[in-house]
């Protein structure tokens, strides 16, 4: 299985065949192939005949899981990037050309960029919450809930935990304030 394949269903590949690839014998073997190989997946993902068939209605985006309506999504936005000379910071009073073309899309042009974006954003479609008891003392238990989109209680619960268990944590505090300051 290759790095790209793992972020996607069996029946996110199977829609790309379908709707790239109507005429397959055998779409069942064409989704061990995308598994399989990157460089086929990539060519899929970036083709603009996808990103067409998925705007053309509403349906469309809910067959998908989110991880492959971002990364069909990242593709096209590098796609973009490549036929302008500059991109469009919006503010509420103002509209402003940017010469960062070049910088952005040799950001995209990292595999491993954009896999971390995809797995990144997906992360935030769902909020997830869990409720760890912790003793206190004998006979008496505190519980903590923890929230994946909660950095105070990310924070605490990456200090109650073993310091080569935090990395994930950590992570998820990272994902957060990039996502955050980014939407805000």
Known sequence: M??????FTDSDLLYLVQVLIPQASSP???VKVLREDQDILEGM???????????SSEEEIVKISPPLLFAVLLYAVR?????????????SHDTVAVFD?????????K??????????????VRVN??????RVRKGVWHKYRISDFDIESLLSYSEMIEPEHRFPALKRIADLCLFLIGVF
């Open 2 to 7: 290759n790095e790209l394949s793992r972020l």
């Open 101 to 109: 073309r070049d910088r952005l899309a040799t950001f995209l042009e």
């Open 45 to 55: 993902l970036a083709n603009p005949a996808l990103v067409e068939h998925l705007m």
């Open 111 to 124: 595999a491993e960029i954009r896999y971390y974006l995809v797995d990144m954003l997906s992360s935030f």
């Open 79 to 91: 796609n973009d990037l490549e036929k302008r000379a500059f991109t469009i910071e919006r503010s």
């Open 129 to 134: 919450s869990i409720t760890i008891p912790v």
């Open 28 to 30: 069942s073997r064409m």
